[in-house]
């Protein structure tokens, strides 16, 4: 399943772009290094709408930075690929934001979310003191 952890302490139109920025950053991580599949769903018409995940996407929410740094040191131990968006990677070019990150220290930073992908038991073990997204 895919796990992503959003800080309730930003507003929603960064959680959405940081989760969709995380996505396609883990989608691109693991390539062929899990097993990701993915259903195109074709209409009557034999259109296609979308080839999306059949892997479960679980949106939890995280009460701020330092919830999401303590699961990304947890990750980061266990080998777990992930994504993570912080509060550099949000405003200005992509040069402005490479630059700013260079210039702030790991304990600095704000976390906006993490994104991961985990089997479900070893998932819910880690994650289950977040609550669902609202």
């Known amino acids: 399943r895919f796990i992503c952890v959003l800080s309730k302490k930003i507003e929603p139109g960064r959680a959405l772009n940081a989760l969709g920025h995380m996505t396609a950053g883990l989608i691109h991580l693991h390539n062929d290094h899990a097993p990701l599949r993915f259903q195109d769903y074709i209409d009557k018409d034999g259109t296609t709408h979308a080839s ?33 968006f912080t509060d550099t990677m ?41 609550s669902l997204y609202k």
């Open 90 to 130: 949000i405003e200005g070019t992509y040069t402005d934001q490479h630059k700013r990150t260079r210039e702030t220290t790991e304990g600095e930073l704000e976390y906006y979310g993490i994104c991961f992908f985990m089997n479900a038991t070893e998932s819910r073990e880690l994650t289950k003191k977040f």
């Open 52 to 84: 999306i995940s059949d892997n479960p996407f679980i949106v939890l929410s995280a009460k701020n930075s330092n919830q999401i740094r303590t699961l990304r040191n947890i990750l980061t131990e266990k080998g777990v690929l992930f994504t993570d």
